[in-house]
């Protein structure tokens, strides 16, 4: 019975994971498509007006992913905006799959960004952060394994925050707001310092690089190994568990037939002990009237 709960709180936890993924998924795309239809209106469009796609686009708060997506519709014609065009070029990749120590070691390449575009690009940057933590804690204990915290010292140097401890505040910050949008669910200690990642919960997504994909054709290769292994654990547990029910149920059916048979022996012995018409037992009285010798008169004892 235990087993079979613990299979039924698991299953539910991943269909909850899996309904909100798909939730999420559906809240990105109305994101995303407002983005990628002015694009499409704009490809030919002038410099002044690809680059204002370009920054509404880095601006846009719930965005997390399909950079990519709109640097390829834009293709064209950045590539025939000289420098200004690379700019806009190298920022679309640097919000698609960059980091913010990407834009710290060669600001030149990329655009002024405003506040609110190196909000989301720390943003991005402490995705990557727990992205590469959830893969290694992954891939270390096959599978198996959630992540359990991750340190303010992993995501400060991520950030270009090498002292946590006058920049712990700093690095709060950047995590509360990834936690309010919902990049990624979980809990802050400060006592510890690190963040308490939430296995349940799917973390955002971000663009992957043409030069990553066999990479991650790869990963996805063993964590399909992983799966089949896991199914194969569960289905020989589920036979286990199917031998266990039947052996206990057939346990329980011979302990209700014998407790059965035990009541009905004891019932028939009832029956034939008891004295319907006087309450005394017959038994009694052949017994008596053997030792008397007088017919079944009882003696009378002396006054």
């Known amino acids: 019975r235990g087993r079979v709960e613990d299979s039924t709180a698991t299953m539910s936890k991943a269909t909850a994971g899996k309904e909100e993924s798909v939730?999420?998924?559906?809240?990105?795309?109305?994101?995303?498509?407002?983005?990628?239809?002015?694009?499409?209106e704009s490809k030919d469009s002038n410099v002044a007006t690809i680059r204002s796609i370009v920054m509404k686009v880095l601006t846009e708060p719930k965005l997390f992913a399909g950079y990519d997506q709109i640097k390829a519709i834009?293709?064209?014609?950045?590539?025939?905006?000289?420098?200004?065009?690379?700019?806009?070029?190298?920022?679309?990749?640097?919000?698609?799959?960059?980091?913010f120590s990407d834009y710290q070691s060669?600001?030149?390449k990329y655009l002024d960004l405003t506040g609110a575009q190196l909000l989301k690009l720390r943003q991005l940057t402490a995705l990557t952060v727990v992205q590469h933590a959830c893969v290694k804690a992954f891939q270390s204990k096959g599978g198996t394994g959630a992540v359990a915290l991750i340190s303010y010292q992993e995501f400060a140097e991520a950030l270009q925050l090498p002292n946590v401890a006058e920049n712990s505040r700093e690095v709060e910050d950047i995590l509360v707001s990834c936690l309010y949008m919902g990049v990624f669910r979980g809990k802050l200690c400060q006592q510890s310092r690190s963040l308490h990642l939430s296995a349940r919960h799917p973390i955002r997504p971000r663009d992957?690089?043409?030069?990553?994909?066999?990479?991650?054709?790869?990963?996805?290769?063993?964590?399909?190994?992983?799966?089949?292994?896991?199914?194969?654990?569960?289905?020989?547990?589920?036979?286990?568990?199917?031998?266990?029910?039947?052996?206990?149920?057939?346990?329980?059916?011979?302990?209700?037939?014998?407790?059965?048979?035990?009541?009905?022996?004891?019932?028939?012995?009832?029956?034939?002990?008891?004295?319907?018409?006087?309450?005394?037992?017959?038994?009694?009285?052949?017994?008596?009237?053997a030792a008397s010798g007088d017919g079944g008169n009882f003696p009378r004892f002396p006054s």
């Open 23 to 40: 939730l999420r998924q559906d809240e990105d795309t109305l994101v995303l498509e407002p983005l990628v239809q002015a694009a499409q």
């Open 74 to 99: 834009l293709q064209d014609s950045l590539s025939s905006a000289g420098a200004e065009g690379a700019k806009l070029s190298h920022s679309l990749d640097l919000f698609s799959y960059g980091t």
């Open 106 to 108: 060669d600001k030149t």
């Open 208 to 289: 992957v690089p043409v030069s990553q994909i066999p990479v991650l054709a790869e990963q996805i290769r063993g964590l399909l190994t992983l799966l089949q292994s896991a199914q194969s654990n569960l289905d020989q547990k589920k036979q286990n568990a199917d031998v266990e029910t039947r052996a206990m149920a057939a346990f329980w059916k011979q302990v209700d037939e014998r407790k059965k048979k035990n009541e009905s022996a004891a019932m028939m012995r009832w029956d034939q002990d008891v004295d319907v018409g006087g309450g005394s037992t017959r038994r009694q009285k052949r017994g008596r009237a």
